[in-house]
């Protein structure tokens, strides 16, 4: 039996049902589901409509079907559309006569808007746990990796050598601002909907402050056609859900890369690595892999969401019960992607003979020959023209960098020493780039900002 079957006749088609239902996935939202059921129970009791007596029977049923669920006794009766009315209809086979108490003043519209907003907050929170526990590896790698350097790359080509720890807090910061944008959608969702009904509140004494305060919620809805009908908390909070997937994406790339013979900067550890079926001697990236290839599903989702959105007329549509597969999806796969890769680079091995070699390379410091002119008044356009030339005369001459910088007249033998292994490193100076005293103190900021933000998600 559905909850509108006094309206229509006769039974609905199996295909309708098969169709419609969302209790196949909106199983997932039953913790939230009941949490939003004893908020309305407090609610109805603070506006007089259950006694004691009938609230703490409510209140018993919820917590039954609680412990069915959690247990996978719970069994769903032909007719379960939902989690809501799978949960109201088994609270009123366990309380008898007061279950059917239970959905006054309530709509199942602004119950799944309460479960998917409860999601959402509950998910962000984990999501931002993932974040501190990621972060919290790369700064320990970066804390580890001391004065090793390896190659720095723009368009994939070597272009200056940095500090390993200046690298890896690149990847960091992005991860620091994705926690931020966490706490702050979370906060942003914190609106209770309960009490806007199906779309217009109630003529009985509905307490939505109430209800509010026991989902531990500090505000509730100002307008009730509002709160049943917008997801934008949704489509935020898959949007920074992709954002961090696309941040993994970038981190992956690089682990695929370094881990080839070709660069053999990185060695991963059996536990997070991956063989052949085939090919005997394999030893395979997958988790970077997947955390590249995982975020085309991401961005999906976010896209899924905003085209359900556009174009809806207020109030409640059927329509938004397509928000909640596109939530569950990506803070899944959000939550095992950070796990994974933490331990990936928790573990992996840095190879730092191969990236010090490469870094080496005595090309990647041209520039600095460029600013050693500098220094002693050249202008900088020349001083490029100059090391340009000497570039290319090194390579038409077949000869070393080296010769060719000490056969030129503004060069010369004062300037070899650039040219040494390391200099180029320690001579940066910029605050924030990649030079020694700088990255110290970034790996102080980067220290506290993380413990300040990582608090904050405790909190939240
Ligand atoms: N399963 C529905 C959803 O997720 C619940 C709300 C149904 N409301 C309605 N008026 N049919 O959106």
Request: proline share 5%.
């Amino acid at each position: 039996m559905t909850l509108w079957q006094a309206r229509l006749s006769g039974a609905p088609d199996p295909t309708l049902l098969a169709f419609t239902e969302s209790l196949s996935f909106d199983r997932a939202l039953a913790p939230f589901d009941l949490e939003g059921s004893r908020a309305h129970v407090a609610g109805l009791e603070a506006a007089g409509l259950l006694d004691a007596e009938e609230a703490g029977a409510l209140r018993r049923a919820l917590d039954t079907v609680g412990a069915e669920l959690r247990a996978g006794t719970f069994s769903p009766a032909p007719g379960d559309e939902d989690i809501h009315t799978a949960v109201e209809r088994r609270v009123t086979e366990l309380a008898g006569e007061v279950g059917a108490r239970l959905h006054t003043g309530r709509s199942r519209n602004d119950q799944v808007a309460t479960d998917q907003r409860l999601f959402v907050r509950a998910g962000l929170a984990e999501v931002s746990e993932g974040l501190v526990g990621l972060a919290s590896t790369l700064l320990r790698r970066a804390e580890e990796a001391g004065d090793a350097y390896l190659p720095g790359y723009t368009h994939l080509q070597r272009a200056q050598p940095v500090p390993l720890a200046h690298h890896l807090l690149a990847h960091g910061w992005a991860l620091l601002r994705d926690l931020e944008r966490c706490l702050d959608v979370r906060r942003r969702t914190g609106v209770s909907p309960l009490g806007a009904g199906a779309l217009a509140g109630s003529s009985l004494p509905l307490q939505p402050a109430v209800v509010a305060e026991a989902l531990g919620l500090d505000r509730h809805f100002e307008n009730s056609l509002d709160a049943v009908a917008d997801r934008d908390f949704a489509a935020e909070a898959l949007f920074v859900l992709a954002l961090v997937g696309v941040h993994l994406s970038r981190q992956g790339e690089e682990v695929v890369l370094w881990s080839t013979t070709e660069f053999g900067f990185l060695g991963l550890d059996d536990a997070f690595a991956t063989g052949s079926s085939m090919l005997p001697q394999k030893k395979n990236p997958d988790i970077a892999e997947l955390a590249r290839g995982k975020v085309g599903r991401l961005v999906g989702d976010l896209v899924a969401v905003l085209t359900t959105l556009k174009g809806l007329p207020l109030a409640y549509n059927r329509d938004l019960q397509e928000v909640t597969e596109p939530l569950l999806d990506a803070t899944a796969t959000v939550t095992k992607a950070l796990a994974a890769l933490a331990g990936l680079w928790g573990t992996a091995r840095f190879e730092l003979e191969r990236m010090r070699a490469a870094a080496d390379d005595p090309a990647s410091a041209a520039v600095d020959l460029a600013e050693w002119l500098v220094a002693r008044g050249m202008p900088f356009r020349r001083a490029h023209a100059v090391v340009a030339s000497v570039v290319r005369r090194a390579g038409a001459e077949g000869i070393g960098l080296a010769d060719a910088v000490a056969s030129e007249p503004s060069l010369g033998a004062p300037a070899l020493g650039i040219l040494e292994a390391g200099a180029a490193v320690q001579r940066r100076r910029t605050p924030g780039g990649a030079g020694p005293a700088a990255v110290a103190s970034q790996l102080d900021a980067f220290r506290s900002r993380l413990a300040t933000l990582a608090e904050a998600a405790a909190r939240a």
